[in-house]
């Protein structure tokens, strides 16, 4: 997973609700959270981006650490609500 996008954050949300998926949805979003962290790291080198992107990718740090945190406290509720907000924030893909 390079490119995190609406339909894969959408499988992810439909499998939260899913008995015996939690691990691997965690496992997921810690591999988001790992792709936008070295996207900011990136970004903050001088090598791409703007400060308006560098502010998105802080701010989508937030929510996928939020997220994580809302799993490993129990509550799917919360994460799930959450991780609906993060996928409205990402843009459709051409073609959709």
């Given at each position: 997973?390079?490119?995190?996008?609406?339909?894969?954050?959408?499988?992810?949300?439909h499998?939260?609700?899913?008995?015996?998926?939690?691990?691997?949805?965690?496992?997921?979003?810690?591999?988001m959270?790992?792709?936008?962290?070295?996207?900011?790291?990136?970004?903050?080198?001088?090598?791409?981006?703007?400060?308006?992107?560098?502010?998105?990718?802080?701010?989508?740090?937030g929510?996928?650490?939020?997220?994580?945190?809302?799993?490993?406290?129990?509550?799917?509720?919360?994460?799930?609500?959450?991780?609906?907000?993060?996928?409205?924030?990402?843009?459709?893909?051409?073609?959709?």
């Amino acid at each position: 997973m390079l490119i995190i996008n609406k339909e894969q954050v959408g499988n992810l949300l439909h499998r939260l609700s899913t008995p015996g998926e939690l691990e691997h949805c965690r496992d997921e979003l810690e591999k988001m959270l790992e792709i936008k962290s070295d996207l900011l790291w990136w970004a903050e080198s001088g090598k791409c981006c703007s400060q308006p992107v560098k502010e998105f990718l802080v701010n989508e740090i937030g929510m996928l650490e939020s997220i994580l945190n809302f799993l490993k406290k129990g509550d799917i509720s919360q994460a799930s609500s959450l991780l609906t907000d993060y996928m409205n924030l990402i843009p459709q893909s051409e073609g959709d």
